[in-house]
C-alpha cells in the first residue's frame, strides 16, 4: 500500500483558469443553433417575469380603486397565459440545456479517451489506473451541473439582471441606488470565499481520487490479498482513505453554502430598506403599487444573483474537474511521429540494432551501444537474468518507447521514419501477461483482424491448438468470457492470444514468456504450432524456460547493458559459459523435481 492513497499535496491553486473555459467553449459551437433557441425561449421567460410585477403596479394603482372589472378580468388572462406559456418553454428550455450538456460531456469524454489511446506506457507505467478512471468518468460527470444547467442559465440571470436593472431605473434611480447599498459587501464576501472553496474542492478531488485507485488496484488484487489475509489490513487502509475522502467532502460542502444564505440575506435587508425608503419618503416618492412592483423587481435583480451565486459554487468546484481533465489532455504521448512519417511497406523482417542506447530512466541505461543483426526468417531466443532487458528490446521493437541514441531498422527503415499504425501491423507481439477482453472468444481472436471470417479465426485457433478445448465449451466459439477472461485458464488464455496473434499475419513476431503458463503436455502440442506460426516470419522469443529456445537460430544472453553470448544452443553449450550455467541449473532442478 502506497502512502500516495493517504498523503494530501501541500501547493494549491487559488484561481480559476479561464483558459481552460475557453477551451470548453470550443465544445459548444457545434451546437450554436440549438444554443439560439434557447437564447430565445429564454428572453420570453424573462419578459414574463416583468410582466408581473408591471401588472400588480397597475392592479393595485389602477384597476382596483377605479373599480374595472374588466381590466382586472384582462390582467388575469393575460397573466395566465403567459405563466402557461412560460411552463412550456421552461420544460423545453430544462430538456433541451440537459441534452446539451450531456452531448458536450460525451464529446469531452470522446476526446479524453480518444487522447489516452494514444499515450505512450510510460504515462500507464508511472500512474494508478484508477486514478485514470477517476477522470475519465468522475471528473467529466463532476462538469455536468455546470454545462447542464449552468452557462446557459447564467446568461439568462445575467440577462435577466440587465433587464430589470434598466426598468429600476426607469422607475426611482433613488430607490434602485438603495438596492445597491449592500452590493460591495457581497463582493469582499464573495472574493474571500472563493479561495477557500476552490482550495477545498483541489483537495477533494485528490481524495476521491485517492480512493478510487485504491478501490480499483483491491480489486484487481483481490486473489493476493485472500492469499495472505490481508483483509483486515486492507480494510483498515480503505478506512482512512475514506474517511479523509469524507472530511474533503464535508469541509468543501461547509464553505461552499456559506455563500448562499449570506447573498439571501443581503437581498432580505435590501428589500426591507426599500420598503422603509419608501414608507419613509427618504428622497422617494412613489404610489402603493410602483412601490411593490419595484420589491418585486428588486427580488427578481436579487434572485438571479443568488442563482450565480450557487452557479459560481460549481464553477470553483467545476474548474477544479476541469482543470484535471484539461490537463490529462495536454499531455503529451512520449511516442509521436514524425511530421512525414510514412507507410511502412510489407517487410521481410530484417531487423537491425545498430549503437543503440537505452533507459528508462535519464542515467540509468539498460543498453549502451547495443548492436546486432537479424535476418529475415531468424528466431532469436533472448534469455538473461530478471532485469537484464530482454523484454526492454522487444519493447523498443515495436516502439513502445523511444531510444536514446542509434538506430532500430526494419528492412533499412528506422521505426522513427514510419507511423505506428502501420509498424505494429507488421510486429506482433504475444505477451506473458495475456489480456482477454469482455466478449465472446471468437471476438478475442478477431481482435487481429478485425475483418476475418469466422472460418479464418478457426483455423488460426486449430494451428495454435486451441480449438478443441473451444470447440468443447458450452458455446463453442461463441462462449462469453469475461474482463480478463477469469473462467479461462491461464493457459486457454494464452492459446487463445497465440490465435490472435496468428490471425494478425505479422512478419515479425515477438513472444514474450509466451508459454509460461502452458503446462507441459499441452506445450508438446503447441510446439507444432509454433512451428507453423515461426515459420517464414522473424521472431524473437523471450523465455525463461529454456527447453522452448533450444531449436532457435540464435539465442543472445543478455547482462551487463549488452549482448554477453551470442550462438546457437549447441555452440553456446560448448563455450561452458553464462548459458551453459544456466541451462545446467535448469536441468538440475527438472531432474529434482
Do not use: C
Not at 52 to 70: F, H
Not at 540 to 556: E, G, P
Request: hydrophobic share 45%; charged share 20%; proline share 2%.
Amino acid at each position: 500500500m502506497s502512502q500516495d492513497y493517504i498523503e494530501i499535496k501541500d501547493k494549491k491553486k487559488n484561481k480559476i483558469n479561464t483558459a481552460n473555459f475557453k477551451r470548453l467553449g470550443r465544445y459548444l459551437q457545434p451546437y450554436q443553433s440549438l444554443i439560439v433557441k434557447l437564447l430565445l425561449v429564454i428572453i420570453f421567460s424573462n419578459l414574463v417575469l416583468i410582466l408581473g410585477p408591471y401588472l400588480t403596479s397597475y392592479v393595485i394603482d389602477e384597476a382596483i380603486p377605479n373599480q374595472d372589472t374588466n381590466a382586472l378580468l384582462w390582467v388575469v388572462i393575460l397573466y395566465t397565459v403567459a405563466i402557461i406559456l412560460n411552463g412550456f418553454a421552461t420544460r423545453y428550455r430544462i430538456f433541451q440545456i440537459t441534452m446539451l450538456g450531456q452531448n458536450v460531456l460525451r464529446d469531452i469524454r470522446s476526446d479524453l479517451f480518444n487522447h489516452m489511446q494514444k499515450l505512450s506506457f510510460k504515462f500507464f507505467d508511472s500512474r494508478p489506473h484508477g486514478k485514470i478512471l477517476t477522470r475519465i468518468v468522475n471528473y467529466i460527470n463532476a462538469l455536468s451541473n455546470i454545462l447542464s444547467s449552468g452557462l446557459i442559465t447564467v446568461i439568462s440571470d445575467i440577462l435577466s439582471i440587465v433587464v430589470t436593472l434598466a426598468i429600476m431605473l426607469s422607475i426611482d434611480v433613488v430607490l434602485t441606488l438603495y438596492s445597491f447599498i449592500l452590493l460591495p459587501l457581497l463582493f469582499v464576501v464573495t472574493m474571500i470565499i472563493k479561495n477557500k472553496q476552490r482550495i477545498a474542492y483541489e483537495e477533494l478531488s485528490e481524495k476521491q481520487s485517492n480512493l478510487n485507485a485504491y478501490i480499483h488496484e483491491s480489486i484487481e488484487g483481490i486473489k493476493t490479498t485472500q492469499s495472505y489475509t490481508r483483509e483486515n489490513m486492507n480494510y483498515d487502509i480503505f478506512a482512512k482513505v475514506s474517511d479523509q475522502q469524507r472530511s474533503s467532502w464535508m469541509k468543501a460542502v461547509r464553505v461552499q453554502f456559506l455563500l448562499g444564505p449570506i447573498v439571501q440575506n443581503i437581498s432580505t435587508l435590501t428589500i426591507a430598506f426599500i420598503y422603509f425608503a419608501g414608507i419613509r419618503g427618504l428622497g422617494v416618492d412613489v404610489s402603493t403599487g410602483v412601490l411593490i412592483a419595484f420589491v418585486a423587481y428588486v427580488t427578481n435583480f436579487w434572485n438571479p444573483i443568488i442563482n450565480l451565486g450557487n452557479f459560481y459554487n460549481s464553477l470553483v468546484s467545476g474548474t477544479v474537474y476541469l482543470d484535471q481533465v484539461f490537463e490529462m489532455m495536454d499531455l503529451e504521448p512520449v511516442i509521436v511521429e514524425a511530421p512525414d512519417a510514412f507507410e511502412m511497406p510489407p517487410v521481410k523482417g530484417d531487423v537491425v540494432f545498430q549503437d543503440v542506447t537505452f533507459g528508462y530512466k535519464e542515467g540509468q541505461n539498460i543498453f549502451e551501444h547495443l548492436s546486432f543483426h537479424v535476418k529475415p526468417g531468424e528466431t532469436i531466443a533472448l534469455v538473461g537474468p530478471t532485469g537484464a532487458g530482454k523484454s526492454t528490446i522487444t519493447n523498443l521493437i515495436s516502439r513502445f518507447y523511444d531510444i536514446q541514441e542509434g538506430q532500430i531498422l526494419i528492412d533499412g527503415i528506422d521505426v522513427r521514419d514510419v507511423t505506428l499504425k502501420s509498424l505494429r501491423h507488421e510486429v506482433g507481439v504475444m505477451l506473458q501477461d495475456t489480456f482477454i477482453f469482455s466478449g465472446t472468444i471468437l471476438e478475442n481472436i478477431r481482435y487481429g483482424k478485425l475483418d476475418a471470417t469466422e472460418e479464418e479465426v478457426k483455423e488460426a485457433a486449430k494451428v495454435v491448438r486451441a480449438h478443441d478445448f473451444i470447440k468443447e465449451l458450452k458455446e463453442g466459439y461463441h462462449t462469453v468470457v469475461q474482463e480478463r477472461g477469469s473462467t479461462l485458464s491461464a493457459g486457454q488464455r494464452q492459446l487463445i492470444s497465440f490465435a490472435r496473434t496468428l490471425l494478425s499475419d505479422p512478419k515479425v513476431l515477438i513472444l514474450d514468456e509466451a508459454t509460461s503458463s502452458i503446462d507441459t503436455q499441452t506445450e508438446v502440442l503447441l510446439q507444432e504450432g509454433l512451428d507453423h506460426l515461426l515459420e517464414g516470419r522473424t521472431a524473437f522469443i523471450v523465455a525463461h524456460r529454456l527447453s522452448t529456445i533450444r531449436n532457435s537460430d540464435r539465442i543472445f544472453f543478455i547482462g551487463d547493458r549488452k549482448i554477453l553470448e551470442s550462438g546457437s544452443h549447441a555452440e553456446l553449450i560448448r563455450q561452458r559459459g553464462r548459458y551453459y550455467e544456466l541451462y545446467r541449473t535448469q536441468s538440475e532442478l527438472l531432474k529434482k523435481m
